[in-house]
């Protein structure tokens, strides 16, 4: 993943919740810069460049701040109650070629044989911790699904990850599993439960994975 932006930060003297509320009201973002044995800074960035960022897929950008640059990586954003606007950003400094320990969304890949049986694909995992190199972060991590079939699944050990990169969730967390529809139903008919109609859960749309 390459690196593609540069953002302007400021840094605030003060902190506290009044003075982060007015930053936002200003379009600014509150956000602490930290890592690399040095010093935690409160910063502001500005929120439109940042949610272009964002949306661009950056994982590691550029902060310059008053004429000195640091190369940075987003450790966690916080959302509002809500979960729409981001109310803070920590920033964790990095070196291009230190290795880190990354959380990476799954997409799945085909349409698995099982569907075609009866079947349903249930996914339980829809991304994997994963560590390698910041500046070979992959954007995604494909889940090839077209030979899974009724009654298989697929765990975090069996998902194909690129050179350079290695596996830190639990090898046997469930990714997702392929089960059939029809049992379902008995079961539920059997427990005295109306049944209800299909749910695929998890399954991803091109046009929101292309989103994303």
Do not use: W
Request: charged letters at 30%.
């Amino acid at each position: 993943m390459k690196k593609s932006l540069v953002l302007k930060a400021q840094n605030r003297e003060q902190t506290g919740t009044n003075l982060s509320r007015k930053l936002r009201e200003q379009g600014q973002i509150p956000a602490i810069v930290c890592g690399h044995k040095k010093a935690s800074v409160a910063v502001s960035l500005n929120e439109r460049d940042l949610l272009i960022g964002l949306q661009q897929g950056v994982r590691f950008f550029d902060i310059d701040l008053e004429g000195k640059t640091e190369t940075v990586m987003f450790k966690d954003l916080q959302y509002d109650c809500l979960g729409k606007d981001i109310i803070h950003v920590d920033l964790m400094r990095v070196d291009m070629t230190e290795r880190v320990e990354v959380l990476v969304r799954l997409v799945l890949k085909g349409v698995a044989d099982g569907t075609k049986e009866g079947g349903v694909v249930e996914e339980h995992a829809s991304e994997l911790e994963v560590e390698c190199q910041v500046n070979a972060i992959p954007e995604f991590l494909t889940v090839n699904i077209k030979d899974v079939k009724v009654g298989d699944s697929i765990h975090a050990s069996d998902v194909v990850l690129p050179d350079g990169v290695t596996l830190v969730s639990d090898p046997s967390t469930l990714v997702l599993v392929c089960n059939v529809v029809a049992e379902t139903k008995a079961a539920e008919e059997v427990a005295g439960e109306t049944p209800a109609g299909p749910e695929v859960i998890g399954e991803k749309k091109d046009e929101e994975e292309a989103s994303e």
